[in-house]
């Protein structure tokens, strides 16, 4: 497994989260989180809104937060099994524009660019999850996540990683969920929520709170640009996220022991020469592997930054960009890699990039699967058999394993010259927009609810809008 940091280095950035804490504190926004604090003994400052939590009450809360849980999704019969040595993959989510199929040009996304990359996630094996990847600009804006949500879990049977904008629209989707939930009987949540700590050092802690006191798994990010909302340096804002992350971890295990935690990082760079945010930079891939080593020590799942690139297109620096960014914290254990199918700084969402997305995910999971030890991939006997200037091509041996042992591609072109050449010399883009078109006109409808549950999530929207008039 990749390390990027020591034992040593791993107890100073805990130790200094713990002295910034109980010295500095974080500020907090909702009135419950005053009251939650000081009834475990944390300094309360309320002229200036801020928290003191003591080291003790913070350790103990992280010890409560469990190390495995399941996601579970329409699909009741696929639940995902959350904890170390297995890793998925998602979209990352809240992308305001799209590559458009056709024309090739960045356009603002709209409800039926929501809908077809759901349909594709749900057919694509290595994306395990969803997420509100396109918020619609069709709909009235101060809602287009919650219609991002219902978009996707109309179009897809997998879990839903959500990223509210305000704690009401958490509500709404949770009360979307529930609709589906009473559909299919599941006991947990079919989503998780992002919760995203406003850096530095304040809390969203009412959107905290609702996912405790609702046992929505949380996924932990801070999400800080590095040298503006954190320390220019690695090490400083690997210990401002571990800070802001235990503050959080904590406010949510007080409120509900043992309610599911997922940790990460969403920190990023600026270009100071522009000012311009970064995502395809071999520092961040740093900055989410050591993110994962964090999450280790605290013994809870991890997800990593995962595949992001600087590019406005899918040309040779998507790939390089996203391979550093997307790797290293698949190489340091995450147990969720999010990104697919993002370009330009995650502004910018592509179904063609989703699908090659697919296709580096495969091979990741290949490469995390190893190579196997035992008496069948040892091959002795067929070694012995075959001998010198024999041929291995012919035994039942190769016919038996080949398809386990490599990778079947189904996008990267594999074929000689002559044949790709004879199929009409497609590069990667083009055979990828094929493919986009091809599964949206195969795809197979998700089940539909009943009409009473569809009229109970219209009223929820609807109730939502009237709520604004």
């Given at each position: 497994m990749f390390t990027i940091l020591t034992e040593e280095q791993l107890q100073k950035i805990h130790h200094s989260a713990l002295d910034i804490l109980e010295k500095i504190g974080v500020k907090y926004r909702d009135e419950e989180t005053q009251r939650i604090f000081r009834n475990v003994g944390a300094t309360v400052d309320e002229r200036h809104r801020l928290v003191k939590i003591p080291s003790q009450v913070v350790e103990e809360t992280i010890r409560k937060a469990p190390n495995s849980f399941k996601l579970e999704s329409r699909d009741r019969n696929h639940p995902l099994e959350i904890r170390r040595g297995r890793m998925y993959a998602r979209p990352s989510t809240g992308f305001s524009k799209v590559i458009d199929l056709e024309s090739g040009i960045s356009r603002n996304g709209m409800c039926r660019d929501t809908a077809d990359i759901s349909k594709l996630i749900d057919d694509l094996e290595n994306i395990s999850?969803?997420?509100t990847h396109?918020?619609?600009?069709?709909?009235?804006?101060?809602?287009?996540d919650v219609y991002s949500f219902k978009?996707?879990?109309?179009?897809?049977?997998?879990?839903?990683?959500?990223?509210?904008?305000?704690?009401?629209?958490?509500?709404?989707?949770?009360?979307?969920?529930?609709?589906?939930?009473?559909?299919t009987s599941l006991e947990g949540p079919i989503f998780s929520a992002l919760i995203c700590p406003i850096s530095p050092l304040t809390l969203r802690d009412d959107v905290s709170i609702f996912c405790a006191k609702k046992r929505i798994p949380a996924i932990v990010n801070s999400a800080p640009i590095v040298g503006v909302a954190s320390p220019v340096t690695l090490a400083g804002t690997l210990v401002m996220q571990c800070v802001e992350s235990l503050a959080t971890i904590a406010l949510i295990q007080l409120v509900s022991p043992g309610s599911p935690i997922i940790l990460g990082n969403k920190s990023t760079p600026m270009e100071m020469r522009s000012g311009t945010p970064l995502s395809g930079t071999v520092e961040i891939g740093m900055l989410s592997a050591a993110a994962v080593?964090?999450?280790?020590?605290?013994?809870?799942?991890?997800?990593?930054?995962?595949?992001?690139?600087?590019?406005?297109?899918?040309?040779?620096?998507?790939?390089?960009?996203r391979i550093f960014t997307g790797l290293l914290p698949a190489l340091a254990g995450a147990t969720i890699d999010s990104g697919a199918g993002a370009v330009e700084i995650v502004a910018t969402f592509s179904s063609e990039q989703l699908v090659i997305d697919e296709e580096v995910y495969g091979m990741i999971f290949r490469l995390l699967r190893g190579i196997d030890f035992d008496e069948e991939t040892l091959a002795l006997k067929e070694i012995s058999k075959v001998g010198p200037e024999g041929s291995f091509l012919g035994e039942e041996h190769t016919r038996k394993n080949y398809l386990k042992e490599f990778y079947q591609h189904r996008l990267f072109d594999k074929r000689s010259r002559k044949e790709w050449e004879a199929a009409g010399h497609k590069d990667i883009r083009q055979a990828a927009r094929d493919r986009?078109?091809?599964?949206?006109?195969?795809?197979?409808?998700?089940?539909?609810?009943?009409?009473?549950?569809?009229?109970?999530?219209?009223?929820?929207?609807?109730?939502?809008?009237?709520s604004t008039m």
């Open positions: 999850i969803n997420a396109v918020f619609p600009s069709d709909v009235p804006q101060e809602f287009k978009i996707a879990l109309e179009n897809s049977e997998k879990h839903v990683v959500t990223s509210p904008l305000v704690r009401i629209n958490l509500e709404l989707m949770y009360r979307i969920a529930s609709v589906y939930q009473d559909e080593q964090v999450a280790h020590f605290y013994d809870l799942p991890s997800e990593g930054f995962g595949t992001r690139t600087d590019s406005k297109t899918l040309d040779e620096q998507t790939g390089v960009e986009v078109k091809r599964m949206l006109a195969e795809h197979q409808p998700v089940p539909e609810l009943s009409k009473d549950a569809k009229n109970a999530i219209e009223r929820v929207i609807r109730e939502a809008a009237h």
